[in-house]
C-alpha cells in the first residue's frame, strides 16, 4: 500500500497531468503531491479546483528545463516518485514550431533527470507515448521494437524516453517509461481531434478531417491511462517501458461519425482538408507486457465517448474561454477565417 509518498508531478495542469492528480489524491489517504507546471497555452489551473485547496496539494508555476529551480523543490519537498508528464504535445503546432518541443521534451527530460540522480529518489517515470515508434501498416508494436518517429513532436519524445533509459542503464536510477496510445476524456485542450470535434459539432462548425479521413488511432479513455500509469510506477521494472493500450483502433472518419452521432448533427459538417505533412497512417500497440503485469483498461469506447461528449456539453464555460483566445488566431492562421 503506498502511503505516505511524495509525488512530484510535472505537468499536471495540462489533460493527462491533472485527471492524474485528481486520481491519485482519491485513491491514496496520505500522499503529498507536488505540481509543476510552466502554465503554457496547454496548462489549465481550471483542471484542478476540485482539489486546489486540499493541504496535500501543492501548485508551483515553473519549467522542468530550469534545474535550479528544480533542485530547490527537491530540497523543499524531497519528492520519492517524479512523474514526468510535461510536454509539449501536439503534432500540428510541432510542425509549425518545433523549437520547444526540443526543449521541454528532451532538454526539460535531462534537467529532471540530473536532480533525480543528485538528489536520489524512489521512481522516475518518463511519460512518453506510442507515437516514438512511428506508423505500422499491419501488427502491432512491442516494446522492444525499432523507433520510426515522424513528427518533430515524436523525435522529441523519443529523445525524452532514450535519455530516461540511458539515466537507468548509466547511473541505476530508477526509471520507468509508459508508451499510451491516444487519450481522449474531459480537460483534453480543444486543438485535439476528439475534443476540436465535439465543440466544433455543439456550435454547428465544420469538422476539418485530415487527408482521406482514414488513418487509424488507438484510444485509450483518459482515467484507464492514469490508472495505467499508477500501475507501472508501482509494479514496473526499473529499466522498462510499457505499452499502454486502449484496444480500440478507430478511423479518423468512424471516430468523426460517432461525434456527429452523439451529438445529434449531421454528417454535412465533415469537411476533407489538406492532409498534415508526414502523417502517420496507424499507430498500434501489444499490450501484452503490461496485461501479463495484471493490469487492462477498463472503459469500452461507447461508454468513454459518451462520458466525453456529455462531459463538454455540460462544462461550455471551460472550452469557450479557450476557444475565443489565442487557440482560435492559431487556427485562423494555419486553416482560414472559416475555422
Ligand atoms: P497537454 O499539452 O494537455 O499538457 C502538457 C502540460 O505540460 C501543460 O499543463 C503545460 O503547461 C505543461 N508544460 C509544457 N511545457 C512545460 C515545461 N517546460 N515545464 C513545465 N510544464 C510544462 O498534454 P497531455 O495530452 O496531457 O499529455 C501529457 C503527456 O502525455 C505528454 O508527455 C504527452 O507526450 C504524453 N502522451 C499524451 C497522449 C495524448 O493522447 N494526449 C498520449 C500518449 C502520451
Ligand atoms: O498517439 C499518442 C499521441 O496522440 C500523443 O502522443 C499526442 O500528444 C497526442 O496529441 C496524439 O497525437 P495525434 O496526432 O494522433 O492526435 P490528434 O488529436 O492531433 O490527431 C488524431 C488524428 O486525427 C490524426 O490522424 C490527425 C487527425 N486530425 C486531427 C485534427 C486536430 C484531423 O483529421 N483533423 C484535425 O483537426
Not at 89 to 107: A, E, L, M, Q, W
Not at 125 to 151: A, L
Not at 178 to 188: D, L
Not at 244 to 255: H, P, R, S, T
Request: charged share 30%; aromatic share 14%.
Amino acid at each position: 500500500m503506498d502511503k505516505g509518498k511524495t509525488y512530484l508531478v510535472t505537468g499536471g495542469a495540462g489533460f493527462i497531468g491533472s485527471n492524474y492528480i485528481k486520481y491519485i489524491i482519491d485513491k491514496y489517504d496520505n500522499i503529498k503531491v507536488v505540481n509543476l507546471d510552466k502554465l503554457t497555452y496547454a496548462g489549465n489551473q481550471e483542471n484542478l479546483q476540485s482539489v486546489a485547496d486540499k493541504d496535500n496539494y501543492t501548485f508551483i508555476k515553473g519549467d522542468i528545463c530550469d534545474q535550479k529551480l528544480i533542485g530547490e523543490l527537491f530540497e523543499k519537498y524531497s519528492p520519492d516518485y517524479v512523474i514526468n508528464f510535461a510536454a509539449e504535445s501536439h503534432v500540428d503546432r510541432s510542425i509549425g514550431n518545433p523549437d520547444d518541443f526540443i526543449k521541454t521534451d528532451i532538454y526539460g527530460v535531462y534537467s529532471l533527470l540530473e536532480n533525480c540522480r543528485n538528489f536520489g529518489i524512489e521512481k522516475f517515470v518518463q511519460i512518453s507515448t506510442d507515437e516514438v515508434y512511428g506508423s505500422i501498416d499491419k501488427g502491432s508494436f512491442s516494446e522492444d521494437d525499432t523507433f520510426n518517429p515522424s513528427s518533430p513532436y515524436a523525435a522529441s519524445k523519443t529523445g525524452g524516453d532514450r535519455l530516461a533509459y540511458s539515466y537507468f542503464v548509466t547511473y541505476d536510477l530508477p526509471v520507468v517509461i509508459t508508451r499510451a496510445s491516444n487519450n481522449y476524456g474531459p480537460n483534453q485542450y480543444p486543438e485535439k481531434l476528439i475534443p476540436l470535434f465535439i465543440t466544433n459539432a455543439i456550435d454547428n462548425k465544420k469538422l476539418p478531417l485530415y487527408g482521406d479521413g482514414k488513418n487509424v488511432r488507438d484510444w485509450l479513455f483518459v482515467e484507464d491511462h492514469c490508472k495505467g500509469v499508477e500501475f507501472v510506477l508501482q509494479n514496473g521494472k526499473n529499466g522498462e517501458a510499457y505499452n499502454i493500450a486502449g484496444n480500440c483502433e478507430l478511423q479518423n472518419i468512424e471516430i468523426t461519425k460517432k461525434i456527429l452521432e452523439l451529438t445529434g448533427k449531421s454528417e454535412e459538417l465533415i469537411e476533407y482538408v489538406k492532409d498534415r505533412a508526414g502523417h502517420d497512417r496507424r499507430y498500434s500497440l501489444d499490450d501484452s507486457k503490461i496485461a501479463d503485469l495484471g493490469w487492462q483498461p477498463e472503459y469500452d469506447f461507447e461508454e468513454g465517448m459518451r462520458e466525453t461528449v456529455e462531459w463538454y456539453k455540460n462544462h461550455e464555460y471551460w472550452w469557450r474561454k479557450i476557444k475565443s483566445g489565442e487557440y482560435l488566431e492559431y487556427y485562423k492562421e494555419h486553416y482560414g477565417e472559416d475555422m
